[in-house]
């Protein structure tokens, strides 16, 4: 198995499974919010890419932005997301708010059937806030790892990326309904505008 830290890895061992996992059924109303927000406009996933132009929109949903893995490569994309942007524009994140006592128990159980375990093994640096786990899945074919790595964020971080980067706070939400975020949300859709 190759390093934590290597994009293929991931995809390859979590693709099988991701939408079964984390697809939930909040589609529609992502797409309508991403849709109110692009006007018609072109919209971009994430910034990092040899695209010409501007756009109306630029998101990262589903805790992706957690996938760069150091404070300095996260407020580069901050950087890149409002060079990328139209006057006006915005750019949507979407991650889960960092609960490090999740990470304190080491291993959680996911699931339990007849024919199977999952597992979750966790190892937390809380002074990088990055989190090295391994997903466990135990059957009659055997077990499967999917390693996962990533370095978390607070809301209030994310909001000084945005600034250091000339975008201003907008909204926050508590999810895709665009319900309130308050303190007992356990993610949030932020929206921060290039004015």
């Known amino acids: 198995?190759?390093?934590f830290d290597d994009p293929a890895a991931y995809g390859e061992a979590w693709a099988p499974v991701y939408d079964e996992l984390f697809g939930g059924s909040g589609v529609s109303p992502a797409v309508d919010l991403l849709?109110?927000?692009a006007h018609g406009g072109p919209a971009l996933d994430m910034a990092d890419v040899p695209?010409?132009?501007?756009?109306r929109l630029v998101y990262v949903v589903a805790?992706?932005?957690?996938?760069l893995l150091t404070q300095a490569r996260q407020v580069d994309c901050f950087r890149?997301?409002?060079?990328?942007?139209?006057?006006?524009?915005?750019?949507?994140?979407?991650?889960?708010?960092?609960?490090?006592s999740r990470f304190d128990r080491q291993v959680q159980t996911l699931a339990v059937t007849e024919d199977s375990a999952s597992y979750e093994i966790a190892r937390h640096d809380p002074v990088n806030q990055r989190v090295h786990s391994q997903h466990v899945t135990v059957d009659e074919q055997g077990h499967r790892?999917?390693?996962?790595t990533l370095r978390y964020a607070w809301p209030a971080e994310l909001d000084l990326m945005a600034q250091l980067a000339g975008l201003q706070p907008g909204q926050r939400?508590?999810?895709w309904d665009r319900g309130p975020f308050d303190a007992t949300s356990t993610k949030h859709v932020s929206i921060y505008r290039l004015s």
């Open 63 to 67: 805790n992706s932005f957690f996938a």
């Open 51 to 55: 695209v010409d132009g501007r756009f």
């Open 145 to 148: 790892l999917r390693p996962v």
């Open 1 to 3: 198995m190759t390093g």
């Open 173 to 175: 939400y508590g999810d």
């Open 35 to 37: 849709a109110d927000l």
């Open 80 to 100: 890149a997301v409002a060079g990328a942007l139209e006057p006006g524009g915005s750019f949507v994140l979407e991650c889960f708010v960092p609960d490090p």
